[in-house]
């Protein structure tokens, strides 16, 4: 069952032409993995996923509901969490400012629900260490950390993430990869933008390759990790 | 790896008030100076807070502010001038009692008029800079004549409350009491919104919102009333500024916030976009600098205060303590 639908979906940004009818399922309690060469359109996609670039046509269903014409407040009320892929981390403000911000139903982190907080204490140990400090000064993979912890303080239904593993070291990926690995076991859907393969290969469900503006293959990320022939195609890459 | 405070910028107004002391000479007259350039300081503070805000919150241009500052001090004048009695009183009481429903009358009105001027002039120019200038202008215009139309283009007196009028003698220095007055209504101002700013939730907002709006959308919330908000607060001040500056220059005209718009300006670029601490360090600055070249150059006081700002940005491009960075 999908939790999130694409279909036929166009975009704009001013005169360029980005997304040529974007077809794309998540289906609920997997983790999608979307993936493509620079400037296929994955980050355009999700983008228009959160209602920051408008959807010129096409359909874009969450739960049944058309969001297509929704501001992005509306969508991300609608239990969409979005990570882009520069973070988004207010860098003047604390960690736990940055935290509190995310907990919409929280006034002071004191309201912030204690056990999923310890939860992601747990799985980003930098975000209990790093709580009264400037989230500007923390480093790259202590700043994604924070950015997926902000993004899941409190339950949503669909976790979108952009390129989570971009600029960090291979110790902070497999921690990464852990972390996402248990967010996926406590049933949230995910969909993941990746350009590191072996990232995608390690956490992926499903797979969907974009090119120029397209999607150019769906399935099983299974059956594309075993098929070289068609990641070489379809990325220009072996695994 | 704790927050750092940046202790340099609030040293530049002791710094200047310093340096200032052997240029003047006199203790006494140095006294008075600085305490009329804080006041004066604090007057702006009151006006650019607002404005300062709805720069870094929306990237917005708005050279309309000052016809809030002008309907400010004309309402002033109406309320003022419908209680003589509280107004001719020495006591100090019966004045404020006087000056405090219209000061809340001037906020109220100009709160009104900048949620329509929101509506009506700077919400379809969102992100056009070019056309917030001009549009936001021609809105100063319209506004200016039609203070006119309603209170006629000649000035209009402003007078002190009888119990406000006067200085108090200290040592051979005379303070005005006005002053001390404005001074203490700068502080509380400050005050507020610096706890607004860091202890409520709200607050939080707009601090993330001046850095990255569009994250702050993502995360779910409509920014765009949160910058309607600031936006009528920030006009709200306007016109308290407006009531202050008018009763500091004992009358009212209707170029009045014309005349206010440059230094409010000079202040937010020095200060920083979206920085409320740095607008004040800023108004300081300029208040004392326009205080000290007034009674030293009088010739050079018209400039000071484009000096000031490029010497300021000489050392710090961005401004004292940006908070919002360039778009």
Known sequence: MSLLELRGVHTHIGIYHVLHGVDLVAPKGQLTMLVGRNGAGKTTTLRTIMGLWKV????????????????????????????????????????????????RRARRTQDINGSRLAWIFRLFPAVEKFWDYPAGKLSGGQKQMLAVARAIVEPRDLLIVDEPSKGLAPAIIDNMIDAFAELKASGVTILLVEQNIHFAQRLGDSVVVMDDGRVVHSGSMAAFSADTQLQQRLLGLEL | ??????????????????????????????????????????????????????????????????????????????????????????????????????????????????????????????????????????????????????????????????????????????????????????????????????????????????????????????????????????????????????LYQENV?????????????????????????????????????????GFLVPKVALVSNIALMVAVLLWRPEGISPVARSR
């Open chain 1, 56 to 103: 010129k046509q096409g359909r874009i269903s969450f739960g049944g509901e058309d969001v297509s014409k929704l501001s992005t407040p509306q969508i991300a009320g609608l239990g969409i969490a979005y990570v882009p892929e520069t973070m988004g981390i207010f860098a003047d403000l604390t960690v736990g400012e940055n935290m509190l911000l995310a907990a």
């Open chain 2, 253 to 293: 005209i209707p170029q009045m916030g014309n005349q206010v718009n440059v230094l409010i300006f000079i202040v937010i670029i020095i200060g920083g976009l979206g920085s409320t601490t740095g607008a004040l360090i800023g108004a300081l600055l300029v208040g004392l600098t326009a205080n000290y070249t």
């Open chain 2, 1 to 246: 790896m704790r927050r750092d405070f940046d202790w340099k910028p609030l040293l530049l107004v002791p710094a200047l008030a310093l340096l200032a002391l052997p240029a003047v000479g006199s203790l006494p007259t140095w006294f008075t100076l600085t305490i009329a350039g804080l006041a004066m300081g604090m007057i702006v503070f009151i006006i650019a807070s607002g404005l300062t805000l709805v720069f870094g919150l929306m990237d917005v241009l708005n050279f309309g502010h000052g016809v809030f500052i002008a309907l400010g001090a004309y309402v002033a004048t109406l309320v003022l001038g419908c209680m003589g009695d509280w107004t001719q009183s020495q006591s100090i009481i019966a004045n404020l009692v006087a000056v405090l429903p219209a000061t809340v009358a001037a906020m109220l009105v100009a709160g009104a008029v900048g949620l329509a001027f929101e509506r009506l002039i700077v919400r379809p120019v969102y992100g056009q800079h070019l056309k917030q200038i001009l549009i936001t202008m021609g809105g100063m215009i319209i506004g200016e004549e039609l203070i006119k139309v309603m209170w006629g283009p000649d000035q209009i007196g402003l007078p002190l409350p009888a119990g406000l009028r006067g200085s108090w003698q200290w040592g051979d220095a005379a303070i005005e009491k006005y002053r001390i007055m404005a001074l203490a209504a700068g502080v509380l101002v400050f005050g507020v919104l610096a706890w607004t700013l860091a202890r409520t939730k709200i607050g939080l907002l707009i601090r993330a919102g001046v850095q990255d709006r569009e994250m702050v959308e993502s995360l779910g919330y409509r920014i765009r009333i949160l910058f309607i908000g600031v936006f009528v607060a920030g006009s709200a001040l306007a016109g308290l500024g407006g009531v202050m500056w008018g």
